[in-house]
């Protein structure tokens, strides 16, 4: 089963970090580029960062430049998102998908910036 399960979200005090984990199962990360995309409360759904299949290119969106880094475990078969300097509006779900639209993702983890 083609499966992406995110996990290592959670609450988290403005100006902390997190590191999110999206392990892949039953294809190869090195042959995809990978996407993470959130869902605030009342909001839109937003591109957050891609990283291509080599885990050589990144791309980050405006709001978390120098704040996030993505990278790429292939060996591990997994994505990871380090988020740092954490703001309240980081807050929502966050999801890894193969889909450069957000489609067929997972249920995403939470991350909740509160103080």
């Known amino acids: 089963e083609v499966q992406l399960v995110e996990s290592g979200g959670g609450l988290v005090q403005p100006g902390g970090s997190l590191r999110l984990s999206c392990v892949a199962s039953?294809?190869?990360?090195?042959?995809?580029?990978i996407f993470w995309f959130r869902q605030a409360p009342g909001k839109g759904f937003e591109w957050v960062s891609t990283i291509d299949s080599g885990g050589t290119r990144t791309w980050y969106a405006d709001s978390v430049q120098d704040r996030f880094i993505i990278s790429k475990d292939n060996a591990a078969n997994t994505v990871y998102l380090q988020l740092n300097r954490l703001r309240t509006e980081d807050t929502g779900i966050y999801y890894c998908?193969?889909?450069?639209?957000?489609?067929?993702r997972g249920q995403g983890t939470q991350v909740t910036v509160s103080s």
């Open positions: 039953g294809f190869s990360l090195s042959a995809v580029n």
């Open positions: 998908t193969k889909d450069s639209g957000g489609g067929d």
